[in-house]
């Protein structure tokens, strides 16, 4: 897919970390970004990204509407040739993932999805994994009750004993 216009960088930090990858890693994490923010822009729940550093990685947060978890993109470090992008390891995304593609990606455990850094992108299966990383909360959250708001269970009262 043929790319717009490279996007600015808001922050600073953001984009001497970037200026700081050999330029065949730095070309291709360009391009994860910018299929983070495309994606974000397509869907409507998710709002204005906030691109930051966490660990000193380039990362991606649905701060504006909290629909999502954090994305991060870095190179895999003892492997100078591959690049990964990140998700939280506590929630099932990559497991998701990797249920989805099987053998369209190669994933780093159960928390990155890592790519070869001359390999061609699967962008059509990685933008539906940055969507549903980008909804990730959003879809967690529907349909779901909180407790006291359940009809067939009322909140359990308990008095607090009188000290004689």
């Known amino acids: 897919m043929k790319r717009k216009t490279q996007r600015a960088f808001k922050d600073n930090r953001v984009?001497?970390?970037?200026?700081?990858?050999?330029?065949?890693?730095?070309?291709?994490?360009?391009?994860?970004?910018?299929?983070?923010?495309?994606?974000?822009?397509?869907?409507?729940?998710?709002?204005?990204?906030?691109?930051?550093?966490k660990w000193n990685q380039p990362s991606y947060l649905t701060t504006e509407t909290g629909s999502g978890s954090t994305i991060r993109i870095d190179r895999v470090k003892p492997d100078d040739d591959r690049i990964a992008m990140y998700f939280h390891c506590?929630?099932?995304?990559?497991?998701t993932f990797r249920e989805l593609y099987p053998t369209q990606m190669e994933y780093g455990g159960n928390r990155s999805i890592l790519f070869d850094g001359t390999a061609k992108i699967p962008e059509k299966a990685l933008r539906h994994c940055i969507g549903l990383a980008l909804t990730y909360h959003a879809r967690k959250t529907t349909g779901k009750k909180r407790k006291s708001e359940s009809p067939e269970?009322?909140?359990?009262?308990?008095?607090?004993?009188?000290?004689?």
């Open 90 to 95: 506590q929630t099932d995304l990559v497991e």
């Open 15 to 53: 984009a001497k970390v970037f200026a700081a990858y050999p330029a065949n890693i730095r070309a291709k994490l360009k391009v994860f970004r910018e299929i983070i923010f495309e994606t974000a822009e397509t869907i409507d729940s998710v709002g204005a990204l906030e691109e930051t550093l």
């Open 153 to 164: 269970k009322p909140p359990i009262r308990t008095r607090r004993a009188r000290l004689s």
